[in-house]
T-cell receptor
Framework: KNEVEQSPQNLTAQEGEFITINCSYS?????LHWLQQHPGGGIVSLFM???GKKKHGRLIATINIQEKHSSLHITASHPRDSAVYIC??????????FGTGTSLTVIP | KAGVTQTPRYLIKTRGQQVTLSCSPI?????VSWYQQTPGQGLQFLFE???????NKGNFPGRFSGRQFSNSRSEMNVSTLELGDSALYLC????????????????FGPGTRLTVL
């Protein structure tokens, strides 16, 4: 049983397309994190949210606490957005659970 | 501010050996967490330290241990290495002092890639 499910696992898009990555979780949480991992391993925290919606540049993250679901949107995608996007959920039992990641490739 | 640093970046060991990895958090951050990333299991939480005390622990065997020093630097030790311990080990620091785990932004280091032969 996975506490965090992400979809899709792999995604290929043309430059400029609107992209959506989904995350569903089954545990009680204090907040949900979206992480970006580029080839080579470095991880960057994109968003931490516990309600509503956050926006940073072309990235938008939303969360629905009642439905236990979050989405990460990328508008006007660019090849530099190619990376693995990981949903991370720290549950109220102080454990950190991670989705398996979505590998995004944006083609010029 | 300098980011999170991890040493060494790459390490090759043989089965049965032990290894110590080091993590220096962002200045002022007192919370340090460790994670293991493998192609099969993805990212998994190992443990979190705050003010020299282990606050939270994931589901890993006792061969995996850690500690934190008074300057917030942290070390992770794996004893009696197994082939399956080959992984990217990441640490992250945050400025959280209270609240549940993950209630603050995590800043990740570049990782240490451990290969066990």
């Amino acid at each position: 049983k996975n506490e965090v499910e992400q979809s899709p696992q792999n995604l290929t898009a043309q430059e400029g397309e609107f992209i959506t990555i989904n995350c569903s979780y089954s545990v009680g949480i204090s907040a949900l994190h979206w992480l970006q991992q580029h080839p080579g391993g470095g991880i960057v925290s994109l968003f931490m949210l516990s309600s509503g919606k956050k926006k940073h540049g072309r990235l938008i993250a939303t969360i629905n606490i009642q439905e236990k679901h979050s989405s990460l949107h990328i508008t006007a995608s660019h090849p530099r957005d190619s990376a693995v996007y990981i949903c991370a959920v720290p549950n109220t039992g102080n454990q950190f659970y991670f989705g398996t990641g979505t590998s995004l490739t944006v083609i010029p | 501010k300098a980011g999170v640093t991890q040493t060494p970046r790459y390490l090759i060991k043989t089965r049965g050996q032990q290894v110590t990895l080091s993590c220096s958090p962002i200045s002022g951050h007192r919370s340090v967490s460790w994670y293991q990333q493998t192609p099969g299991q993805g990212l998994q939480f190992l443990f979190e330290y705050f003010s020299e005390t282990q606050r939270n622990k994931g589901n890993f065997p006792g061969r995996f241990s850690g500690r934190q020093f008074s300057n917030s630097r942290s070390e992770m030790n794996v004893s009696t290495l197994e082939l399956g311990d080959s992984a990217l080990y990441l640490c992250a620091s945050s400025s959280r002092t209270s609240g549940g785990m993950g209630s603050d932004t995590q800043y990740f280091g570049p990782g240490t890639r451990l290969t066990v032969l």
